[in-house]
C-alpha cells in the first residue's frame, strides 16, 4: 500500500511539474531545461494518496488527501467510513483535518500515512462476541429407516425364566422423523403377574425448524412442564420451542464486561483461572459478550496488552444463572389430545380430552416471567411465576398456580433459593398445596373421597428440600441435604443426608450417613475406588443399616475400550443378616452388536441373564449393522472402495466394507463434526476431489457422506534421448487436448489420463523438440507402472 501510495503522489507533483510555464515551453519545442519545481507551491496546493491510521490503527482505507497552506483535507465520507461519527465533523464534503477540534494530524511521509488521534469517545462502541463459530453449518438429514432392538432374557433359581425383545422403528426424511417403540415379552415359567404378547410404548412423528427452533410432535406425547407444574402423556400434538435444535445458541443471560481501548490491542479473558478467549481490539469502547460455559458466580480477568507489550489487568465478579433466559428471548409450548391411560399396560388406551401450555419470557436479563395452564371438562388449572436474580447473590424464584377440578378449589404455592459459587452452593425449594388442588396428573384417576369430602388420593400437602455443598479444596467436598415432604393424610418423610468425598492420588473415596428423625440410627456407605491402568479398577465398599445390618463388598472392574473387545466385572458382598452376595457378567462389543451376559445372587438363588444390542440401519439401498443409535449417525460412501481409513473428529472410526460404506454411530446432533479418509490407503491410481468434510447432521436421522472417487489410468514414463541420456529437468511434455507435464529428475515425468497409446511431443528447457510413442497396458490391476526408458527422437525445426 505504502508503495502504490508513493508512486500516487509522485504522479500528482508530475502532474503538477507539467502543468506550469516551463513545461509548456518544452511542450512547444524549447529544448531548454526544465527548472526545478517551485517547493513553496508544492506545499500550497498538493494531492496525495496515503493511508489512512486512526488512534495507531491502520484502517485499510488508501484515501485522497489534499494538502493546501500546511492543512490536510479529506473528503468526510471517508472519515465516516474510517469510524468518525459524522456529529463530530463540520458540514462539507471535505474536512482540514488539520483544524478539527481535539484532533491531532500527523503525515508520515517514510510509510505515506495520514496519522490522525481523535478523542475515544468519538469512535464506535463494538461488541465483541466471544466463543462464537463464525461458520455456520446447515444440519442435513438423508432418507432412511432404522431398528434399534434389545434383546434380553434370564433365569432365575427357584422363580423361573423369561425373554423379551424391545425394538424402536424409525423412518426419517426431509419431511420428519416417524418412531414407535414396543416391547415383545414372552414368561417360559414362573413370573405369572406378567403378560406375554407384544405392547407398544409411544408412535410419533415429528417435525423440526432448525432455523425458528420450533418442533412440533404428533402422536403420542409428553407435555411441556416447568419446575412448579407435571408433565402428563397424552395422544395428540405438541408445539413449542426447541433451544436443543440450536446447540451454538446460549438461551441464558451472560455477562458482558466493558472497556475502552486507547490504541489497538489484545485481550485475554480468563474466567475463575481458566483462560476463555481472546480478540484483537480496535482503539474505542468495547463490549466482550457471550462468553462460553459459565454458570453460577465466578471472576473474570481482562489482560490488555497494547502493541508495546504493556498490560492492564481487570478483575469483574460476576454471576451467570442458567435457568434465566436472555431479555427478549421466549420459551414454551402447547399440548391438545387426550390422556393416556395404562401406559406400559395397554397399546391403546386414552382418556378424556385435555390441554396443557406452558410459557417463559425474558424481561430482562434479570427477570425471566412464567406461566402455566391445564384444561380439561371439568378443570381448571392456571399459574404464574417469576425467577430473579438479585445481583451477585443468586436466584430467588416463586409461583402460585389456583385450579378448580370437579367443582373443589385448591391452589399451589412454590419459592426458592439458589446460589452457585466456587467454593460452596446453596439450595432451597418449598411447596404447599391444598388437599383439594388438582391438575391433569390427578384428574383421570378415579375420585376418592372421605367422610369429610376430602380427597384421599392427591399431591403432596408440603415439601421442603435443603441441599448445601461446599469445596475444601485439598480437604475434599463436603455436601447435606434435607428432605420433608408430608403427604396429603399427613404422614410426614424425612431424611438427612450427610457425604464427604476425597481424591487421593488416582483413587477417590466417599463416604456418606443418612438419617430419618423419626427413626433410630444412621445408615453409614464407604466406598474407595483404585484404578489400575485405564481400564481396570477396584472398588471396596462397606455400608451399615438398622434393617439390614452390615455389608461389605469388594468388586472388580475392567471396562470397555471405547473401539470395541471385551469387559468383565466381578463382586462379591459378605452380608451379616443375609446369605453371601456373588456376581460376574461378562461382556463384548464390536461395530456391530454388544454382548453381554452374567450371573448374579446369592447361593440357592443364582440368576443367569443374557443380553444382545444393536440396531440394523437402511440406507443408500444398502443394510448396516451397528450398535444401538439413540441420536444421529453418519455413513460414510467411497464410491464401491474397500478398505479406506475414515477418521472421525480426527479419531480412526473403521474402514469401509467391501461395498465400499463404513457406518459411524454415536454422532451428536447438530454438532458440526469433521469427517476424513485416509488416502494412503488408496490406488495409486484413484482421484478423489475432497478428503475431508464438516458435517451437520439433525436429531434422530442419518447422513450419506459421499467422497467421490474415480480410478484414473495413470503412469511414469522414463524420456531419453537418442544418446541414451535422459532429458533436461523442467522439460515440457505435451499431449493433444491433456494437459502439460514436467520432466524431473532422470529424465522421469508423470503422466495422468493415459491411454492405450500416448503420442509425447516434449520441448526442453533450449527450445530443442523432440516426440515419442509408448504402448500402456490396459489393466495394471490398479499398481503403478513405470515404463521406459523410451528414446524421444529429435525433431527438426
Same mark, same amino acid.
Request: charged content about 20%; glycine content about 10%.
Given at each position: 500500500?505504502?508503495?502504490?501510495?508513493?508512486?500516487?503522489?509522485?504522479?500528482?507533483?508530475?502532474?503538477?511539474?507539467?502543468?506550469?510555464?516551463?513545461?509548456?515551453?518544452?511542450?512547444?519545442?524549447?529544448?531548454?531545461?526544465?527548472?526545478?519545481?517551485?517547493?513553496?507551491?508544492?506545499?500550497?496546493?498538493?494531492?496525495?494518496?496515503?493511508?489512512?491510521?486512526?488512534?495507531?490503527?491502520?484502517?485499510?482505507?488508501?484515501?485522497?488527501?489534499?494538502?493546501?497552506?500546511?492543512?490536510?483535507?479529506?473528503?468526510?465520507?471517508?472519515?465516516?467510513?474510517?469510524?468518525?461519527?459524522?456529529?463530530?465533523?463540520?458540514?462539507?464534503?471535505?474536512?482540514?483535518?488539520?483544524?478539527?477540534?481535539?484532533?491531532?494530524?500527523?503525515?508520515?511521509?517514510?510509510?505515506?500515512?495520514?496519522?490522525?488521534?481523535?478523542?475515544?469517545?468519538?469512535?464506535?462502541?463494538?461488541?465483541?462476541?466471544?466463543?462464537?463459530?463464525?461458520?455456520?453449518?446447515?444440519?442435513?438429514?438423508?432418507?432412511?429407516?432404522?431398528?434399534?432392538?434389545?434383546?434380553?432374557?434370564?433365569?432365575?433359581?427357584?422363580?423361573?425364566?423369561?425373554?423379551?425383545?424391545?425394538?424402536?422403528?424409525?423412518?426419517?426424511?426431509?419431511?420428519?422423523?416417524?418412531?414407535?417403540?414396543?416391547?415383545?415379552?414372552?414368561?417360559?415359567?414362573?413370573?405369572?403377574?406378567?403378560?406375554?404378547?407384544?405392547?407398544?410404548?409411544?408412535?410419533?412423528?415429528?417435525?423440526?425448524?432448525?432455523?425458528?427452533?420450533?418442533?412440533?410432535?404428533?402422536?403420542?406425547?409428553?407435555?411441556?412442564?416447568?419446575?412448579?407444574?407435571?408433565?402428563?402423556?397424552?395422544?395428540?400434538?405438541?408445539?413449542?420451542?426447541?433451544?436443543?435444535?440450536?446447540?451454538?445458541?446460549?438461551?441464558?443471560?451472560?455477562?458482558?464486561?466493558?472497556?475502552?481501548?486507547?490504541?489497538? +490491542? =489484545?485481550?485475554?479473558? !480468563?474466567?475463575?483461572?481458566?483462560?476463555?478467549?481472546?480478540?484483537? #481490539?480496535?482503539? &474505542?469502547? %468495547? @463490549? *466482550?459478550?457471550?462468553?462460553?460455559?459459565?454458570?453460577?458466580?465466578?471472576?473474570?480477568?481482562?489482560?490488555?496488552?497494547?502493541?508495546?507489550?504493556?498490560?492492564? +489487568? =481487570?478483575?469483574?465478579? !460476576?454471576?451467570?444463572?442458567?435457568?434465566?433466559?436472555?431479555?427478549? #428471548?421466549?420459551? &414454551?409450548? %402447547? @399440548? *391438545?389430545?387426550?390422556?393416556?391411560?395404562?401406559?406400559?399396560?395397554?397399546?391403546?388406551?386414552?382418556?378424556?380430552?385435555?390441554?396443557?401450555?406452558?410459557?417463559?419470557?425474558?424481561?430482562?436479563?434479570?427477570?425471566?416471567?412464567?406461566?402455566?395452564?391445564?384444561?380439561?371438562?371439568?378443570?381448571?388449572?392456571?399459574?404464574?411465576?417469576?425467577?430473579?436474580?438479585?445481583?451477585?447473590?443468586?436466584?430467588?424464584?416463586?409461583?402460585?398456580?389456583?385450579?378448580?377440578?370437579?367443582?373443589?378449589?385448591?391452589?399451589?404455592?412454590?419459592?426458592?433459593?439458589?446460589?452457585?459459587?466456587?467454593?460452596?452452593?446453596?439450595?432451597?425449594?418449598?411447596?404447599?398445596?391444598?388437599?383439594?388442588?388438582?391438575?391433569?396428573?390427578?384428574?383421570?384417576?378415579?375420585?376418592?373421597?372421605?367422610?369429610?369430602?376430602?380427597?384421599?388420593?392427591?399431591?403432596?400437602?408440603?415439601?421442603?428440600?435443603?441441599?448445601?455443598?461446599?469445596?475444601?479444596?485439598?480437604?475434599?467436598?463436603?455436601?447435606?441435604?434435607?428432605?420433608?415432604?408430608?403427604?396429603?393424610?399427613?404422614?410426614?418423610?424425612?431424611?438427612?443426608?450427610?457425604?464427604?468425598?476425597?481424591?487421593?492420588?488416582?483413587?477417590?473415596?466417599?463416604?456418606?450417613?443418612?438419617?430419618?428423625?423419626?427413626?433410630?440410627?444412621?445408615?453409614?456407605?464407604?466406598?474407595?475406588?483404585?484404578?489400575?491402568?485405564?481400564?481396570?479398577?477396584?472398588?471396596?465398599?462397606?455400608?451399615?443399616?438398622?434393617?439390614?445390618?452390615?455389608?461389605?463388598?469388594?468388586?472388580?472392574?475392567?471396562?470397555?475400550?471405547?473401539?470395541?473387545?471385551?469387559?468383565?466385572?466381578?463382586?462379591?458382598?459378605?452380608?451379616?443378616?443375609?446369605?453371601?452376595?456373588?456376581?460376574?457378567?461378562?461382556?463384548?462389543?464390536?461395530?456391530?452388536?454388544?454382548?453381554?451376559?452374567?450371573?448374579?445372587?446369592?447361593?440357592?438363588?443364582?440368576?443367569?441373564?443374557?443380553?444382545?444390542?444393536?440396531?440394523?440401519?437402511?440406507?443408500?439401498?444398502?443394510?448396516?449393522?451397528?450398535?444401538?443409535?439413540?441420536?444421529?449417525?453418519?455413513?460414510?460412501?467411497?464410491?464401491?472402495?474397500?478398505?479406506?481409513?475414515?477418521?472421525?473428529?480426527?479419531?480412526?472410526?473403521?474402514?469401509?466394507?467391501?461395498?465400499?460404506?463404513?457406518?459411524?454411530?454415536?454422532?451428536?446432533?447438530?454438532?458440526?463434526?469433521?469427517?476424513?479418509?485416509?488416502?494412503?490407503?488408496?490406488?495409486?491410481?484413484?482421484?478423489?476431489?475432497?478428503?475431508?468434510?464438516?458435517?451437520?447432521?439433525?436429531?434422530?436421522?442419518?447422513?450419506?457422506?459421499?467422497?467421490?472417487?474415480?480410478?484414473?489410468?495413470?503412469?511414469?514414463?522414463?524420456?531419453?534421448?537418442?544418446?541414451?541420456?535422459?532429458?533436461?529437468?523442467?522439460?515440457?511434455?505435451?499431449?493433444?487436448?491433456?494437459?502439460?507435464?514436467?520432466?524431473?529428475?532422470?529424465?522421469?515425468?508423470?503422466?495422468?489420463?493415459?491411454?492405450?497409446?500416448?503420442?509425447?511431443?516434449?520441448?526442453?528447457?533450449?527450445?530443442?523438440?523432440?516426440?515419442?510413442?509408448?504402448?500402456?497396458?490396459?489393466?495394471?490391476?490398479?499398481?503403478?507402472?513405470?515404463?521406459?526408458?523410451?528414446?524421444?527422437?529429435?525433431?527438426?525445426?
Amino acid at each position: 500500500m505504502a508503495n502504490r501510495a508513493s508512486a500516487l503522489t509522485t504522479l500528482s507533483v508530475a502532474t503538477f511539474i507539467a502543468t506550469t510555464p516551463s513545461a509548456a515551453r518544452a511542450a512547444n519545442g524549447d529544448d531548454a531545461l526544465l527548472p526545478p519545481p517551485d517547493v513553496r507551491a508544492i506545499n500550497a496546493r498538493a494531492t496525495y494518496h496515503l493511508g489512512l491510521v486512526v488512534n495507531h490503527y491502520d484502517t485499510g482505507q488508501l484515501v485522497q488527501a489534499t494538502r493546501r497552506e500546511g492543512d490536510f483535507y479529506v473528503k468526510a465520507d471517508d472519515l465516516k467510513q474510517a469510524g468518525i461519527p459524522a456529529d463530530h465533523l463540520p458540514a462539507g464534503a471535505e474536512i482540514n483535518v488539520t483544524r478539527l477540534p481535539e484532533v491531532q494530524t500527523d503525515y508520515d511521509s517514510t510509510r505515506q500515512r495520514l496519522l490522525l488521534t481523535v478523542p475515544n469517545h468519538w469512535l464506535p462502541g463494538r461488541d465483541i462476541t466471544l466463543g462464537q463459530d463464525p461458520d455456520a453449518v446447515a444440519p442435513r438429514n438423508s432418507t432412511g429407516a432404522l431398528l434399534n432392538y434389545d434383546f434380553y432374557t434370564n433365569d432365575t433359581q427357584k422363580s423361573g425364566s423369561q425373554a423379551s425383545l424391545w425394538h424402536e422403528l424409525r423412518f426419517f426424511s426431509d419431511i420428519g422423523t416417524l418412531s414407535s417403540t414396543g416391547i415383545a415379552r414372552q414368561t417360559f415359567q414362573g413370573y405369572t403377574s406378567q403378560d406375554n404378547g407384544y405392547r407398544r410404548y409411544d408412535t410419533t412423528f415429528t417435525g423440526n425448524d432448525e432455523k425458528d427452533t420450533v418442533s412440533w410432535s404428533v402422536g403420542d406425547v409428553i407435555s411441556d412442564s416447568l419446575t412448579w407444574s407435571s408433565s402428563v402423556r397424552m395422544g395428540g400434538i405438541s408445539w413449542g420451542r426447541d433451544f436443543s435444535l440450536r446447540p451454538d445458541l446460549i438461551t441464558y443471560p451472560l455477562p458482558a464486561f466493558s472497556g475502552e481501548a486507547a490504541v489497538p +490491542s =489484545t485481550v485475554d479473558v !480468563f474466567i475463575n483461572g481458566y483462560r476463555s478467549g481472546s480478540t484483537t #481490539l480496535q482503539p &474505542g469502547p %468495547f @463490549t *466482550l459478550t457471550n462468553l462460553p460455559y459459565v454458570n453460577g458466580s465466578g471472576d473474570a480477568v481482562l489482560v490488555t496488552t497494547d502493541a508495546q507489550g504493556r498490560q492492564v +489487568s =481487570t478483575t469483574l465478579p !460476576f454471576y451467570v444463572a442458567s435457568d434465566l433466559l436472555k431479555q427478549g #428471548l421466549s420459551d &414454551g409450548a %402447547f @399440548t *391438545l389430545g387426550a390422556l393416556r391411560r395404562n401406559y406400559g399396560l395397554k397399546d391403546f388406551d386414552y382418556g378424556p380430552a385435555a390441554g396443557s401450555g406452558s410459557l417463559r419470557y425474558g424481561v430482562s436479563d434479570w427477570w425471566t416471567a412464567e406461566a402455566h395452564t391445564e384444561g380439561a371438562e371439568s378443570l381448571a388449572l392456571g399459574g404464574i411465576g417469576s425467577m430473579f436474580r438479585i445481583g451477585q447473590f443468586g436466584v430467588i424464584n416463586g409461583a402460585f398456580t389456583q385450579s378448580r377440578m370437579r367443582g373443589d378449589r385448591g391452589q399451589q404455592i412454590n419459592w426458592g433459593y439458589q446460589y452457585n459459587g466456587a467454593w460452596f452452593n446453596i439450595g432451597t425449594q418449598h411447596t404447599e398445596r391444598d388437599r383439594t388442588f388438582g391438575n391433569l396428573a390427578l384428574y383421570d384417576l378415579q375420585p376418592v373421597y372421605d367422610i369429610n369430602r376430602q380427597p384421599t388420593s392427591t399431591l403432596s400437602r408440603t415439601s421442603d428440600q435443603y441441599t448445601f455443598s461446599l469445596n475444601l479444596g485439598r480437604y475434599g467436598n463436603l455436601g447435606a441435604a434435607y428432605i420433608d415432604v408430608r403427604s396429603f393424610d399427613d404422614e410426614k418423610t424425612r431424611l438427612l443426608n450427610l457425604s464427604w468425598s476425597k481424591n487421593f492420588w488416582d483413587s477417590s473415596f466417599y463416604v456418606a450417613a443418612s438419617h430419618d428423625p423419626d427413626k433410630e440410627g444412621w445408615t453409614v456407605a464407604m466406598s474407595l475406588q483404585i484404578p489400575f491402568g485405564t481400564l481396570d479398577s477396584v472398588a471396596l465398599s462397606v455400608d451399615n443399616a438398622r434393617d439390614t445390618g452390615t455389608s461389605t463388598r469388594v468388586t472388580y472392574n475392567h471396562a470397555m475400550p471405547s473401539d470395541g473387545g471385551f469387559n468383565w466385572d466381578m463382586a462379591y458382598a459378605n452380608r451379616s443378616r443375609d446369605d453371601d452376595y456373588q456376581q460376574a457378567s461378562l461382556g463384548w462389543r464390536n461395530n456391530a452388536v454388544e454382548l453381554r451376559g452374567g450371573i448374579y445372587g446369592e447361593s440357592g438363588g443364582y440368576t443367569r441373564w443374557g443380553q444382545a444390542s444393536g440396531s440394523l440401519v437402511v440406507m443408500d439401498n444398502a443394510v448396516f449393522a451397528a450398535n444401538q443409535i439413540n441420536d444421529a449417525f453418519a455413513v460414510i460412501s467411497t464410491n464401491g472402495q474397500p478398505n479406506v481409513t475414515v477418521n472421525f473428529e480426527n479419531q480412526p472410526a473403521g474402514q469401509t466394507d467391501d461395498d465400499g460404506y463404513l457406518l459411524v454411530s454415536g454422532v451428536t446432533a447438530y454438532y458440526p463434526a469433521t469427517y476424513s479418509i485416509n488416502t494412503l490407503d488408496l490406488p495409486a491410481d484413484t482421484r478423489i476431489k475432497d478428503t475431508e468434510r464438516r458435517i451437520a447432521i439433525k436429531r434422530g436421522s442419518g447422513y450419506v457422506i459421499a467422497f467421490p472417487m474415480d480410478r484414473e489410468r495413470v503412469a511414469s514414463v522414463i524420456l531419453h534421448d537418442e544418446h541414451g541420456e535422459p532429458l533436461p529437468v523442467s522439460s515440457q511434455v505435451s499431449r493433444p487436448m491433456l494437459p502439460s507435464a514436467i520432466v524431473g529428475y532422470e529424465g522421469i515425468a508423470w503422466l495422468e489420463n493415459i491411454s492405450d497409446v500416448n503420442h509425447l511431443q516434449v520441448t526442453t528447457p533450449d527450445g530443442e523438440r523432440c516426440a515419442v510413442t509408448f504402448n500402456a497396458i490396459s489393466d495394471t490391476g490398479h499398481m503403478l507402472k513405470t515404463y521406459g526408458p523410451v528414446i524421444c527422437k529429435k525433431e527438426s525445426r
